[in-house]
């Protein structure tokens, strides 16, 4: 996963790759599986054995810090 995430850093590139390689990794997994590859909630949750408020919780968090590094 951590090449993984490097990849996908490296593709979006500039400011938005640097902030993306800076999310903690839960919350880059919801914002990739959510944003990138289009999985709704429930989806992400199970992909990521999580509860459903945990994958809401994660990605406000996620587009929050994505925001403030972005500002």
């Not at 459903?52 to 590094?69: L, P």
Request: hydrophobic share 45%.
């Amino acid at each position: 996963p951590a090449a993984e995430d490097e990849a996908l850093a490296a593709a979006v590139g500039g400011e938005v790759g640097d902030a993306l390689r800076r999310l903690a990794p839960e919350l880059r997994d919801v914002l990739r599986a959510m944003v990138l590859d289009g999985m709704s909630v429930r989806e992400t949750s199970v992909l990521l054995g999580v509860p459903e408020g945990t994958v809401k919780t994660r990605a406000r968090r996620a587009r929050r810090a994505m925001r403030e590094a972005l500002s």
